[in-house]
């Protein structure tokens, strides 16, 4: 029975719950909501709950510290529950992905993320699969910094509610089947390239 490890990033706090740069908290919260459970106990610098899916006990997580410092939360996560990096999961935003897209890799850079840098660097390494979150890009000139801190609005807001099922579905298969299926599935094209 292994204990995977899923791990959302986003920022702590009301003000930044519908942001795009909060994606991945959402997903795993819609994780936790369809196996009718909630973030309730917290352990080091996050919040978690644990879900069986099939024969696995899965952990999930939302660090409490902010995106900058998700490495923080990550590293004793994963030391704590002493999960193999292959059976860890984060989930991020992404915007060099259009909005509703998803991509799961076995490993990769940091896609210029903030929280996945902060993660690499906590880890000491690239090695460990990631749910990467279309946000979409920026308009015109608008700093990327302040577009991920805005709210998913309108259009996009559907098409994200749509994704967020979608994700659950590819965590759940990357749970029971592994990353190659996951990828194979929701990806749309099964080159196992990496992002960088």
């Not at 909501?33 to 696995?56: C, I």
């Not at 998700?70 to 860890?88: I, M, R, T, W």
């Not at 759940?172 to 080159?191: L, P």
Request: proline fraction near 4%.
């Amino acid at each position: 029975m292994t204990k995977h490890l899923i791990i959302g990033l986003g920022n702590p706090g009301r003000d930044y719950a519908n942001n795009r740069h909060n994606v991945g908290f959402m997903a795993v919260d819609r994780l936790a909501k369809t196996h009718n459970t909630a973030f309730t106990r917290r352990q080091g610098k996050a919040l978690v709950t644990t879900v069986r899916l099939g024969e696995e006990q899965v952990v999930l997580a939302k660090p409490q510290t902010f995106m900058n410092l998700s490495g923080e939360a990550v590293q004793s996560l994963v030391k704590f529950y002493d999960v193999p990096l292959a059976d860890l999961l984060i989930c991020f935003d992404d915007i060099d992905l259009p909005t509703g897209a998803i991509r799961l890799r076995p490993e990769g850079g940091s896609a210029g993320q903030n929280g996945m840098k902060s993660i690499i660097a906590a880890l000491g390494t690239q090695g460990f699969p990631r749910l990467r979150l279309g946000v979409g890009r920026p308009p015109g000139r608008m700093d990327a910094a302040a577009y991920v801190l805005q709210d998913f609005k309108g259009f996009d807001a559907d098409v994200i509610d749509a994704t967020l099922d979608k994700a659950v579905q590819a965590i759940e298969t990357f749970v029971k089947d592994g990353i190659v299926t996951a990828m194979n599935r929701f990806n749309g094209s099964a080159d196992g390239a990496t992002d960088d």
